[in-house]
């Protein structure tokens, strides 16, 4: 069975703070993502990464960066926690199949982040 | 820019009941995928819909892709309480890595 993980259930944080999100798969995949789940807006692509190293920018990357520096592993960094990143966090990851389109994605059960 | 749009955003409806939940889109998309949430999980797939036509079922889920590929309807029979969750529609982007998500259809089901 396909495992992602995610460092924490919920998380509250203070504005201004710096917040790591770790996100850690088992099944080697190449592709890993984050995304933020906002009732009425869906998932929204925050970044993603298709090998180590390598990263590009989702659809809502402003105030966020990432780090990929093992194939197993993708962080999320809020250099500056504010108000408006109060969120749920799903971290993804999914196998690379050149030429054939997006495959399955597998969740990790998510971070509800808090920033007061 | 790609878009899906899912309808209806929420839905309630009593155990026994059948429902469809549309996904709709202006673009063609090489395939489109179905997933289900439930609360404080991440979604899980569903199925996959590659060929326009193709018709699939999972037991009282029935997956259907349009013709044009730019259309998927997920149709559930008889529903049970242990339906309810959050169904999102999802299809790959122009660059065939990410996935473009719905925003979602929330079902509740009572008994």
């Known amino acids: 069975d396909v495992k992602v993980t995610q460092s924490s259930r919920y998380l509250v944080k203070r504005t201004g703070e710096k917040v790591f999100l770790e996100c850690v798969q088992d099944?080697?995949?190449?592709?890993m993502f984050w995304y933020r789940q906002d009732p009425g807006l869906g998932l929204r692509l925050i970044y993603f990464s298709y090998d180590v190293k390598m990263k590009e920018k989702g659809d809502i990357p402003e105030g966020y960066s990432v780090s990929r520096e093992k194939k197993e592993r993708f962080s999320l960094i809020l250099e500056s926690a504010s108000t408006n990143q109060t969120s749920m966090y799903l971290c993804?990851?999914?196998?690379?199949?050149?030429?054939?389109?997006?495959?399955?994605?597998?969740f990790g059960p998510g971070t509800r982040l808090t920033v007061l | 820019t790609q878009l899906l749009e899912q309808s209806p955003q929420f839905l309630s409806i009593q155990e026994g009941e059948n429902l469809t939940v549309y996904c709709n889109s202006s673009?063609?998309?090489?395939?489109l995928q179905w997933y289900r949430q439930e609360p404080g999980e991440g979604p899980v797939l569903l199925v996959t819909?590659?060929?326009?036509?193709e018709v699939k079922k999972l037991k009282r889920l029935t997956f259907q892709f349009g013709d044009a590929r730019k259309d998927s309807s997920l149709h559930i029979t008889a529903a049970q309480t242990g339906d309810t969750g959050l169904y999102l529609c999802?299809?790959?982007?122009?660059?065939?890595?990410?996935?473009?998500f719905g925003k979602g259809t929330t079902l509740s089901v009572s008994s």
């Open positions: 099944m080697d995949h190449e592709n």
């Open positions: 999802a299809g790959a982007d122009q660059a065939g890595t990410a996935l473009i």
């Open positions: 993804a990851s999914s196998f690379q199949q050149p030429g054939q389109g997006a495959d399955t994605q597998y």
């Open positions: 673009s063609v998309f090489s395939s």
């Open positions: 819909v590659v060929t326009g036509g």
